[in-house]
């Protein structure tokens, strides 16, 4: 009986909540002034109400003077609104408005940091289009040439080496599916660009060792020998380059390629 009664309330109790809810909707438009509206919509953030917050941010970027001390911060509170729903290209585009026109104010760092990471987050793995990748890495990277003091630079500098990884992976990825089908001749390009504008990642070492088995098919031995110097020079002591190459070149028979 009473699980009965208890199941004919809780639709009652949902109901008054839902009316309660409508009673007091967050319209921005009906704040006493551009402060108060301020105020409520950062309440809103810090609830995690994202769209009442976008809509209140959104329509103080539109109302605010040109001048007026909480536009910059508008502008990088409706940023935040954005991330809060998945929206990195809007994030992104409401964050550069802080650097681009505000460049002197305290947020222009960090909303130039946040404008890099929501880019970076448009890039979902490897094998897409890198487009969002690269404009992240630049935009991290004027980030650290801008603010090399910013308490966010060995954030920014993580998040470009994962960045640059992910290029040096599609690069060789592609490399590999040319050398799987035995088209050797693009299979080098790709991995000679993976050795040459990522020489710092892991995956250098892995196209570097691929360019020699490349070179070992079309039987080139002298890029054979050049390319294998250059992994021992890099890594003298990697047991997967002595598996490759063999024993390790006399310095004064081979240099190592350019």
Known sequence: MFVNALRRTLPLVALAGLAACH???????????????????????????????????????????????????AFYYLGEAHTGQKEYILAAQAYSRVPESFPEDTLAGPATFKTGISYAKLWRK???????????????QSFIAAYPDSPLKPRAQKEIDRLTEWLAIKNYDTGMFYYRRKAYDPAIIYFNDVERLYPTTQHAKLALIQLVKSYKQIKYPEEVAQTCATLYQKYPRDPDVKTTCGPPPHPATVAPKP
């Open 23 to 73: 009673r007091h909707p967050f319209i921005p438009a009906s704040f006493p002034s551009k402060e108060a509206l301020f105020q409520a919509s950062l309440q809103q953030l810090k609830l995690h109400h994202w769209g009442n917050a976008e809509n209140g941010f959104e329509k103080l970027t539109t109302d605010l003077p040109a001048r007026d001390p909480l536009l910059p911060a």
């Open 126 to 140: 490897p094998s897409l289009d890198p487009d969002y990748g690269q404009t992240a890495i630049t935009t991290l």
